[in-house]
C-alpha cells in the first residue's frame, strides 16, 4: 500500500481533490493526506506549524520506507479552493524530512460518531514552515504529499498570528553581543506593514529557554523605519541564556490572543573560561 501512495505521489499529472475539512468537533484529530497524517497546529500569517505523520506501525511498513526518514513536501494553497493542479500557485512550499520513530507510536484521528481512535504511525516529526507571502486570515488548503496537492489536501483557518516575527536582540549592536551575568538585555519585535507593536499584549512576552517575562517595555522605533516596535528589557541571568546559547526564543500574543514567536542569534560575552 505504502509502495503504491509513493509510486503515485512521483506523477507530475494535474488532480483533482475534494479537501477534508475538520469538524470544529475533532480539530485535534490528524486527518490523512496521501501517504501521510497531518495536524495543522498553528496556521498564521507567516507560515504553518503541523505535525506529520506516516500512517502505519513500524513492522508493517515497506521495510524500504520503514528504515529510514521519509521525505515528503508541505504546500498549501489560498484560497482553499477544491480544485488544485501543478498550475496552481502555492502559498507554502516546504521539503521536510519526517524522523522514524524508535517504539510504538500512535496519533488520533477521527472515529467517528464523536470519538477519536489511536492510529499506528511509524514517522513523526512537527515542523514551522514559512510561506512564500503573506496569508490572508481565513480557510487555506494545506497537503503533505511529494507531489502538491496530491492525496486529501486539508483546509485550516489562518488566524492573525505569527511564527516567525522579526526579533532584534540587542536592537543597534549587529553582533548581538549578549553579556551573562546579572545584567539586563534589550530585545525588540519590530513592527511591519502587517504586524504592529502597538497591536501586541506586551505583558505575555517570554524570552530564552527560561522563558522569562519582561521587567519593562516601550514603543520606539529601533530600525528607523517610520513604525514604533515594541522593546522589551529582561535580566539575561532570568533568560536561562548560556555561554553555549547561539539563538533565543521571544514568545507573546497579540491583543486579542494571537501567538506570536520569533528568534535570533545571540553572541554571548564576558563568559568565565
Known sequence: MHRNRVLAASLTVALATTLATASAAHARAWQFSDATLVDVRHACRD??????????????????????DYPTLVSAIQPATQEWTPQTPLVVRSPIVVPRVKKPTTVP????????????????????????????????????????????????????????????????????????????VQV????????????????????????????????????????????????????GLTCASRTATLTGQTRSGGLIEGRDKVNPTHCRR
Open 109 to 184: 484521528i477521527d472515529g467517528g460518531g464523536g470519538t477519536e481512535v489511536p492510529h499506528p504511525v511509524s514517522h513523526l516529526g512537527v515542523f514551522t514552515v514559512r510561506a512564500l507571502t503573506t496569508l490572508a486570515t481565513g480557510p487555506i488548503a494545506v497537503s503533505s504529499s511529494s507531489t502538491p496537492g496530491l492525496g486529501n489536501p486539508i483546509e485550516a483557518e489562518v488566524e492573525d498570528c505569527y511564527l516567525f516575527a522579526p526579533v532584534d536582540v540587542v536592537p543597534g549592536n549587529r553582533h548581538n553581543n549578549v553579556r551573562i551575568g546579572r545584567v539586563d
Open 188 to 239: 525588540a519585535l519590530l513592527s511591519t506593514r502587517h504586524l504592529r507593536a502597538d497591536r501586541l499584549d506586551a505583558r505575555t512576552f517570554t524570552f530564552g529557554p527560561k522563558q522569562t517575562r519582561a521587567r519593562s517595555h516601550q514603543l520606539r522605533d529601533v530600525n528607523r523605519d517610520g513604525r514604533r516596535d515594541l522593546v522589551l528589557t529582561f535580566r539575561t541571568s532570568a533568560t
Open 47 to 68: 507560515g504553518l506549524r503541523l505535525g506529520v505523520a506516516v500512517s502505519g506501525a513500524p513492522g508493517s511498513v515497506d521495510p524500504a520506507i520503514a528504515r529510514k
